[in-house]
């Protein structure tokens, strides 16, 4: 089983649409968790992080169930500029650090006007 | 300030031959991390370091894989005898230290597209 689950989609909607994004991931010893936003032949940019049960940044709400192993993102009134691929990250401990990432394999959105 | 830097941008080579890929992180991140790409998939770690040393290579596929840094920040990612399943996108990433929670989230560079013919 993957460490992280996202439905690839790709998800179409139209401007001001709300749209949400799901993810699941399998060992609950993860302690980190993050969207990244990743443009076509792009990296990856930090889009937010999520280290308690939920985040809000202006049209971007994330929120985590830590019970369902279960991360959502939010996104309101939808613009043509949030057009990407949305990959779901998490983080966990290994001895004393956190190191490695692991991704989803993202989900895409277009938004068409 | 400036971000993560790699070079080269692309890198087209024959199966066979040796290439190194190269990352410049973030001034006064102690933490680099080498990840690859493939095209519709997310990406994949290889190793991190944390200083000088390696601190998990356990993402390297096999023993053509190498990477150091050996004075802690510059990386070199050396990989010998290419195939053709090496392409891929070669993302570096740093973060200013490996303890995690706001502030340690890691930064992407812009990645090196190899491709081995």
């Known amino acids: 089983r993957k460490e992280v689950e996202q439905d690839p989609g790709p998800f179409n909607v139209p401007e001001g649409a709300t749209v949400a994004f799901n993810c699941t991931y399998s060992?609950?010893?993860?302690?980190?968790f993050f969207w990244y936003r990743q443009d076509c032949r792009k990296e990856p940019k930090l889009l937010m992080s999520?280290?308690?049960s939920g985040n809000e940044d202006g049209r971007f709400t994330a929120q985590l169930n830590r019970a369902s192993q279960y991360i959502s993102l939010l996104i309101r009134d939808s613009k043509l500029s949030d057009s990407a691929t949305y990959l779901c990250?998490?983080?966990?401990?290994?001895?004393?650090?956190?190191?490695?990432?692991?991704f989803g394999r993202g989900t895409q959105l277009t938004v068409w006007p | 300030g400036a971000g993560v830097s790699q070079t080269p941008s692309n890198k087209v080579t024959e199966k066979g031959k040796y290439v190194e890929l190269r990352c410049d992180p973030i001034?006064?991140?102690?933490?680099l991390y080498w990840y690859r790409q493939s095209l519709g998939q997310g990406p994949e770690f290889l190793i991190y370091?944390?200083?000088?040393?390696?601190?998990?290579d356990s993402g390297l596929p096999n023993d053509r894989f190498f990477a150091v840094r050996p004075e802690g920040s510059v990386s070199t990612l050396k990989i010998q005898r290419t195939e053709r399943g090496d392409s891929a996108v070669y993302l570096c990433a740093s973060s200013l230290s490996t303890a995690g929670g706001p502030g340690n989230e890691q930064f992407f560079g812009p990645g090196t597209r190899l491709t081995v013919l």
């Open positions: 990250v998490v983080n966990r401990r290994r001895g004393s650090t956190l190191g490695r990432l692991y």
């Open positions: 999520v280290y308690s």
């Open positions: 370091f944390q200083g000088t040393g390696a601190a998990d």
């Open positions: 060992n609950s010893a993860s302690q980190s």
């Open positions: 001034s006064g991140h102690t933490a």
